[in-house]
């Protein structure tokens, strides 16, 4: 992102992404690319608006009339899960006005992300996002064009897809266009990169990282891939790592979330309750 975010802008964008997950898993890949249009819209209309932005970020104002200035702008112009998305956020909490559009910008990503997920492009579009971060950074030219604000962002658009042409994927060339569009003092080389990050991050929710202290049947592995993939309602793969230190039982990692079976792990907690 392109600046920290404060402790009630963080909380408050992770709630929104935990309901983007949910809706990304529950969703087909048309769904999710027009909700990715939306989303990017209602950032391009903030980005311009200040005034406006400072209204729907205000703390003073009660959320529930937030939400309602946000659904008489925006009903009609925008889908019914874009607009319950933007009125969730717009009745959080935030450190700063600006935090509404870094919030806005993540979850548009996601639903892009999203997309790739759904249609299996995940992997494709984290390495051209990547290739062209590189690209960028070895055609200083190039980079100055796509990001010279003197110029109207469609034609920089235009000199993008000039450039990349029909070589990458559309999520790959959407993600794209939105930073050429809106750079936001970014250094365009940088912001290809930092989507590729992305894109890996977005990839390891489909992954589990294994830890256990013996190696596991092909049986044993594939009864804890249709666990976790109940668990989380979304495919799961498996990365297993032998670890002997942990006694037993496993330690599993899928994304941000930590579940912790081992023996070491019950061990630990254990000691931790111990009376002093």
Known sequence: ???????????????????????????????????????????????????????????????????????????????????????????????????????????????????????????????ELFRFGRILDREPELARLLSDSATPAEKR???????????????????????????RSRKLDVAAEELSELAAARRDRYVAHVRTPVRMTAEQEQRLTDSLTRLYGRPISLQVELDPDLLGGLVVRVGGELIDGSVAGRLAAARRNLPS
């Open 157 to 183: 658009i235009g000199l993008l897809r000039e450039v990349v042409g029909e070589k990458v994927a559309p999520v790959s060339a959407t993600l794209l266009e939105q930073v050429v569009r809106s750079p």
């Open 1 to 127: 992102m392109a600046s920290v975010l404060q402790s009630a802008s963080r909380e408050s964008l992770s709630a929104a992404m935990a309901r983007l997950d949910a809706h990304v898993d529950a969703t087909g890949a048309s769904e999710l690319t027009r909700l990715a249009d939306d989303l990017f819209a209602v950032l391009g209309l903030l980005e311009h608006e200040h005034g406006l932005r400072r209204a729907l970020a205000d703390p003073a104002t009660p959320g529930a009339a937030r939400s309602a200035l946000a659904d008489r702008l925006l009903s009609g112009k925008v889908g019914r899960t874009a607009l319950d998305l933007v009125s969730d956020l717009v009745t959080s909490r935030w450190s700063r006005s600006v935090d509404l559009l870094e919030a806005l910008e993540a979850l548009a990503r996601g639903a892009a992300f999203g997309v790739a997920e759904k249609d299996g492009s995940l992997d494709r579009v984290e390495d």
